[in-house]
Every structure is written in structure tokens, then in C-alpha cells.
């Protein structure tokens, strides 16, 4: 929120201005969060990307591949350029020459490029492999280092651990010293679930109508040493721990512990912190003990898949205009993120004008190789519209 004396500051500009002038502003969408975001940023030595005016933004993520050549990012990234996108989140499996070498591909046609992370969860990492202490371990014993729930990607790591905290704030240090990177982006920045999303029960042929010990997470030593010193209590001793709000609240915090350290991680080289969030926080609360309205955070990019959760339509704007009320007093500004399996030409634009009148800044889609040439008309159309 601005302060009194800044909003005297620019009534006093824009009668300088003139009218003119204050069209101009107007249409480059002068009263939108970006400004602000701006500002606080330029008083924390921040620079962001000065490309066009962007009123209502459109990222898309997407993962590098090695054995790609040249021709196929420039190729990719000038498609998305072309119709419409201004973003571009790179998956490099947090290999910072990777994204070295990438990067420039979208810069140079006038993407804005994010380093996207898998932040607790880390799949195929060598380093931590070395460290099976590291890995997060369920309320029946079991260690994601070697018996990971429901998928073998899973492999998430302790958030308490000093070793495994550092671990990941060092791979958040090295995306974010990279030149022309916007932001580092974090995904996968919770625990495991505790709750599927509904949609996706029957796959793995379960029923959650409770907090199961298998998907309970972190049970290590260091968690239940470090809970026990602060609360007096072990949750190992809990007949119900999914009803001891300080043992959720603990874990809660270790999650808001990482990312307000990756924040400043990010300012201070000179970068935004972004982050792929559940739905809204009451719900990321609930399925994986996450509070994002609460972080240190410059932009949140819910994952708002509707169809994971065998919701309408209409629940992409009931889930984007909660997560606006949450962040009210925030300088975060959300933009929602959809599924593109789950929309054709028509209901991905019918999804994109709800996001937007929910309160949305922009729209994030999954993923950019798999945009179809009606899905990217669509695009196109109305970043052109939105954009002018
Ligand atoms: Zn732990």
C-alpha cells in the first residue's frame, strides 16, 4: 500500500504531466502492481527486466533438455514470443550452466526469463543423494531417500536439517547469480502431499479421509528433537498429530523459512523471488502444509488445475480471487496458473477472462511445448488485447 506522502508525490506529477501524459501512464497500466513491486525493489538495489508495458503478463513454463540443440529453443521461444507471452519459467534441474546457455535464447527475442527449481523435492540430485540423513521421513519410518511416496520422484528432502536447508538455499544462490534471470522461481517448495488432489485418487487406487502415517511428513530425528525443545511435547507420542496445531504450525514455518531466505538470496543478487503454489492457502495448508500468503515472496503463480480437482470452470475464479483476498497488504502479486490438457480454444479462454476478473495480473500455462496453435491464437489474441 502506498503511503500518504507518496500519493501526494504523484498527484503532484501528474499535474505536470498533463493529460497526455496521464493517458500514457493509463494505458501502460501505471496503477498496477508492477510499479509497486518496483519501487519496493529499487529501494533493495533490485533491477527488474524494463521491457514493454505489461499489463496483464503471460508465462509459460518449460523444461531445457541437454540433448536439444540451439535451433530448437530459439525455435520454441520465438513461437511464445510471437503469440503473446512475455515470460518464460526454464526447468534445468537447477544446473546453473544450463540455464547459462539457454537463457539467452529467450532473452534475445524479449522473453523475460525465470529460473525454475525444484526446491524440496529433489529428484536425480547427486548431491544430496550422497547425504540419505538429508531426505524426509514419514510418521511409519520410512525415508524418501529410499521409499518415496506414491511416485519415485519423489524424493523430498528434511526442511529443518541445517545441511539440507543449505543444500537448497546454495542451488537458489547460483540460479540467482546468473546474468539476464529475472527470478528465481521456486516449485515444489512444501512437503510431500498429505492430501492427493481428488482427481488423481484413482490412479494410485487410494483413499485419503484422513492424515495417513505413509504420506506424514518429517518425522526425522532433527524435526522431533527441535519440535520437543520449543513445545515440550513429541508428536511420535500424538494418537492424532493431524490435530496438533503447533506440530502443523512447525512445519508450516520451516517451509516460510526456506523461501524468506531465498527472498533475500534474490534481492541481494539483484533478482525477484517467484514461486508455483497450490490453489489458495487454505487449501495449500490443508493438502501440503503450505501458507504462502505469509512469505517473503515478489510473485505467486497458483496452480490453479481444476481439473486435478474435478472442479468447474468457475472454481479457477473462486480459487484466484481467494489467494487476491489473502495477499491483500502484501506487495505479492498473483498470477494463476492453468492446465492445458484440461481446456480447449474455448474454455482456455473463458479460464484466462475469469483468472483476469478475479484479480489475476497474468496467467501462467502448463506447459510450453504442449500449447496447441488454437490454445496459442488465444494467447495471442488477448495478450494483444490486454496489452495494447
Ligand atoms: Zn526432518
Known sequence: ??????????????YQLGLVG????????????????????EAKNVTIIENEAITFKFWTWFTADETKDDAYY??????????????????????ADLLKKVAPFATEVGLEVHAWMFTVNRPGDKIAEKHPEWYAVSRDGKSCYDQPP???YYKWLCPTREESRDHILSLVSGLAAVDGVASVHL???????????????????????????????????????????????????????????E???????????????????????????TSAVF???EMADHMVRQRWDKWNVDVVLPMIYHGFYNEELDWIGYATK?????????????HTGLYLPDFDDKTLEKAILIAKKNGAKGVSVFDGPALKDNQLQVIKKLSKKFNP
Open 150 to 152: 506414491y511416485v519415485g
Open 22 to 41: 496521464l493517458l500514457a501512464l493509463l494505458a501502460v497500466g501505471f496503477f498496477d502492481n508492477p510499479m509497486k513491486a518496483k519501487t519496493k525493489l
Open 187 to 245: 516449485d515444489y517448495i512444501r512437503y510431500s502431499d498429505i492430501f492427493l488432489p481428488i482427481g488423481l485418487l484413482p490412479k494410485y487406487n487410494l483413499e485419503q479421509n484422513t492424515e495417513l502415517p505413509r504420506f506424514d511428513f518429517c518425522y526425522c530425528d532433527v524435526c522431533l528433537a527441535a519440535f520437543e525443545e520449543e513445545h515440550h511435547k513429541n508428536p511420535k507420542d500424538f494418537e492424532h498429530p493431524e490435530i496438533d496445531i
Open 247 to 273: 506440530w502443523k504450525n512447525f512445519r508450516l514455518n520451516k517451509v516460510k523459512s526456506i523461501v524468506d531466505e531465498a527472498y533475500e538470496i534474490a534481492h541481494e543478487n539483484g533478482k525477484l523471488l
Open 1 to 14: 500500500m502506498e503511503n500518504t506522502s507518496g500519493n501526494k508525490k504523484q498527484k503532484f506529477k501528474f
Open 322 to 334: 481467494q489467494g487476491v483476498a489473502d495477499l491483500k497488504g502484501r506487495q505479492t502479486e498473483l
Open 279 to 281: 490453489p489458495y492457502p
Open 74 to 95: 530459439r525455435q520454441e521461444f520465438k513461437k511464445y514470443k510471437e503469440n503473446g507471452f512475455h515470460a518464460v519459467l526454464i526447468n534445468t534441474g537447477t544446473d
